[in-house]
């Protein structure tokens, strides 16, 4: 029960009380130094009060919690040194982080906490120390992967076409060789070593993308943006992509073209995860998978009713036209694919001014015209210019999430070898297992003197507004005291500017 109370206090709306009745209930509970401690005891979830608070993004209680469980371990003058409790916030050795609850609910305060100390100090000795080296080394890896890759599609094995053409349109000139055909001089074993890398690539990154998916769940692994969600689509579809290609090009199956294309589309668009790593370029790529998946999924349905409606009539308006001179709309998905063309403004309108066009054709693409260049593309440049506005006003919280959530990920998919456990063991100090960060604070006494000239001035302020109240006041009984108000106020203006100048000169 008493662990239950916890639970809704972390919840409750007013922070003071609830820190005062969180504090009243610990002093009950006799065993909160075991192991029995209601404070350790997690709820239905797995998450504990102190978790909970950092989910919920209740800083007051966060604060709260941490400032008991600091160890103050000397202090001399204005500098102290204070060791901060980090074994439920340190991702090392938890299977359900704070700093990954954080960075993955959808409330935005709970991100205010990633500026909080320690967690803000446990996360830049992180990133600092092994995140930032390890993520560079780990992008320069996957740009060499792909130039190899990339280097094995343009060189495939090709061979020229033997057969005749089936028809005018018909341009191929090159097919895809058999399997047999395809490994017999020394370039095909070089593109073969660069293929097998490419296929241990792709089972690599499936094995270390699948546990994450049954550990996390599908739905939050792919659909939070922090977390890096629409990416790691993109790399599992490259990843089956490249292994579909190894299974036709196996069974000589023709058209290998097809998941390779995908797999190089992919496997490049993957390199804008890793911006990520750059304060720069790192809110730039939460701006675009906002804008992809937000946006201009929206938009796609109505750019989809729109393109059929007139791929349809300029169809119908040349179907009965001689396709060899004007050959854009000569079938159904050839204007399908010329309507997409046209309402994005690659192309301009097709016309050809040697023979006769139909008159429908111009009333059809005037009304085309209006409605995708004019309206819908406008609307969709203020949706895009609206999502922007919104994020850059969240770019620094963004930037520390990113950092927190790619720290964590690195930490859970490196060995241990390569990532040792941060902070100071408390035994070092006789306080037991748990583990401690040391964090050097220096306390500014010009800061303390600053706050006490700005509550004085304050002060000043508010006697000055009520001067003016009762100058306003047109009662006679205040006669008397106007004129000693008016006296005061001359002189607390006076010692007021006085003191401005003293706090400027302080400054």
């Not at 699948?210 to 790399?235: E, S, W």
């Not at 309402?343 to 015209?369: C, E, H, K, Q, R």
Request: glycine share 6%.
């Amino acid at each position: 029960i008493g662990n239950t109370v916890l639970h809704i206090l972390v919840l409750q709306p007013n922070k003071t009380f609830a820190c005062h009745m969180y504090s009243l209930i610990l002093s009950y509970d006799r065993s909160k130094e075991g192991p029995g401690s209601l404070e350790l005891i997690p709820n239905n979830e797995g998450l504990s009060p102190f978790k909970l608070a950092g989910v919920e993004g209740n800083t007051v209680m966060f604060q709260y919690l941490m400032q008991k469980r600091k160890q103050n371990l000397w202090s001399f003058g204005p500098l102290s040194t204070v060791l901060y409790d980090i074994t439920e916030i340190d991702s090392w050795a938890e299977d359900q982080s704070f700093l990954e609850l954080i960075v993955s609910t959808k409330k935005r305060e709970a991100r205010q906490i990633l500026d909080l100390t320690p967690v803000k100090e446990l996360v830049s000795l992180k990133w600092n120390m092994y995140g930032r080296p390890y993520f560079c080394f780990l992008a320069l890896f996957y740009i060499l992967y792909m130039v190899c890759f990339t280097m094995c599609c343009v060189y495939r094995p090709l061979k020229p076409r033997t057969g005749n053409r089936t028809s005018s349109r018909d341009n191929t000139i090159y097919v895809q060789k058999m399997l047999q055909e395809s490994y017999v001089m020394y370039e095909d074993e070089l593109r073969l070593v660069g293929e097998l890398i490419t296929v241990i690539g792709a089972v690599v990154i499936l094995v270390l993308e699948i546990p994450d998916i049954l550990r996390v769940g599908a739905a939050k692994y792919f659909g939070q943006t922090i977390l890096g969600g629409p990416f790691h689509i993109i790399v599992i579809t490259y990843a089956c992509m490249i292994l579909v290609t190894m299974v036709m090009r196996l069974t000589s199956t023709t058209g290998e073209v097809v998941p390779m294309s995908f797999a190089l589309v992919l496997g490049w668009c993957n390199v804008m995860y890793f911006a990520r790593g750059f304060q720069m370029l790192g809110p730039f790529t939460i701006m675009i998978q906002k804008m992809i998946f937000g946006d201009l999924m929206r938009f796609c349905w109505l750019m989809a009713v729109v393109i059929l409606g007139f791929a349809s009539a300029f169809y119908i308006v040349f179907q009965t036209e001689n396709p060899e001179n004007l050959g854009q709309f000569y079938n159904y998905p050839m204007s399908l694919f010329t309507t997409f063309e046209l309402f994005l403004t690659i192309i301009d309108g097709p016309a050809n001014y040697d023979v006769d066009l139909p008159f429908m054709y111009s009333v059809v693409y005037f009304a085309f015209a209006i409605i995708a260049a004019l309206l819908m593309l406008n609307l969709l440049i203020a949706m895009m210019g609206d999502t922007h506005w919104r994020v850059a006003h969240e770019q620094d919280e963004l930037w520390r999430a990113q950092v927190v959530a790619t720290t964590v990920m690195l930490e859970r998919k490196l060995p241990r070898c390569l990532w040792p456990r941060s902070g100071i063991c408390g035994r070092e100090f006789g306080l037991g297992d748990r583990w401690y960060l040391r964090i050097e604070d220096r306390v500014d006494p010009n800061k303390h003197k600053m706050m006490r000239y700005t509550e004085a001035f304050k002060a000043q302020d508010n006697y000055d507004k009520g001067s003016e109240k009762l100058e306003n006041n047109g009662d006679p009984l205040f006669k008397k005291e106007l004129s000693a108000l008016s006296l005061s106020r001359n002189t607390s203006r006076t010692s007021s500017h006085r003191g401005w100048e003293i706090l400027r000169r302080n400054t």
